[in-house]
């Protein structure tokens, strides 16, 4: 992969987003490395160099905002670590635990997070619904991983009492927030500007129904 020629692209995809350019070292360096694992494992069907740096890298990145004032992020489904890592190299202050039952992409993750010096990252081999850590965290996040309904169902467990699910999306899922399960409710939705990426995006946000 020719980094050299994706930094240009990508450190103007960061200012759009408001976010250092100087990130673009070590998210290129990530994007590198997934895709020299991606060449063996299929890690990821995306394998166009300019398509991961929209497809994965910004789109991960556009919902930084909303994490930036929280403490503890866990990422299901991580697959190979999206958006959990790019938002952990954005993100030095948040601590992510990157939950994926795949044992060759747990692998690639716990490798990147060594090479990357990601000291805030942590990886649970775990299927979702019987990932039980020591503390609740403050939000998840789930991309293209399953409807609304389904990720409550697998990880609603995971999210302290006043925490949240922040769910990436595309068009907004009206049917699937319709049939949120008793106890969740949406507290607001976002929708997202993706540098380089056409497509409608949408941050969902939803909470605990307070007793």
Do not use: C
């Not at 740096?53 to 190979?80: C, E, N, W, Y």
């Not at 601590?95 to 649970?124: D, I, M, W």
């Amino acid at each position: 992969m020719d980094t050299a020629a994706l930094r240009p692209e990508l450190e103007a995809g960061l200012t759009q987003l408001s976010l250092d350019p100087a990130l673009a070292g070590p998210l290129l360096e990530y994007l590198a490395l997934l895709a020299r694992w991606n060449a063996t494992y299929n890690l990821t069907a995306i394998r166009d160099p300019r398509d991961m740096l929209a497809k994965h890298l910004l789109d991960s990145l556009a919902m930084q905002p909303f994490v930036r004032d929280i403490a503890t992020l866990a990422d299901l489904g991580t697959g190979p670590g999206l958006p959990g890592i790019p938002l952990a190299i954005a993100t030095p202050g948040l601590q992510v635990t990157l939950v994926e039952s795949n044992g060759k992409k747990a692998r690639f993750l716990r490798e990147a997070a060594r090479q990357l010096k990601l000291g805030n990252v942590q990886v649970a081999e775990s299927r979702i619904e019987a990932f039980q850590p020591p503390a609740t965290f403050d939000a998840i996040t789930a991309r293209a991983l399953a409807t609304l309904p389904l990720i409550l169902e697998l990880g609603g467990h995971l999210p302290g009492a006043s925490g949240k699910l922040l769910a990436m999306k595309g068009v907004l899922p009206e049917d699937e927030i319709a049939a949120l399960p008793p106890g969740w409710r949406v507290s607001a939705v976002h929708p997202l500007r993706v540098p380089g990426l056409p497509a409608e995006r949408h941050l969902v946000e939803i909470v605990r129904t307070q007793a």
